[in-house]
């Protein structure tokens, strides 16, 4: 079997693959996965600033009182 053919069966395949065994979500379970996703981020984000503005003062408090 030539180098051209068995490029053509695997992109077949993939073709095959991707159009009738592939379960792909509805638009509404992609949209509520969206939503999920991003407000995951946010609380994530709004964590690793509370973290950082802690950190930030206990620093500030302890370099203050070296006197660095």
């Known amino acids: 079997m030539s180098f051209i053919k068995k490029i053509g069966g695997a992109f077949s395949a993939s073709y095959v693959e991707l159009t ?5 979500p509805s638009s509404s379970e992609l ?3 969206a ?7 946010l609380i ?3 964590v690793v ?3 950082d503005k802690t950190f ?4 500030g408090f302890v370099y ?4 660095a």
């Open 64 to 67: 203050s009182r070296i006197g």
């Open 31 to 33: 949209t509520n996965s």
């Open 20 to 24: 009738q065994k592939v379960s792909w």
């Open 35 to 41: 939503v999920v996703v991003m407000v995951a981020s």
């Open 44 to 46: 994530i984000a709004l």
């Open 56 to 59: 930030e003062t206990i620093l």
């Open 49 to 51: 600033l509370g973290m």
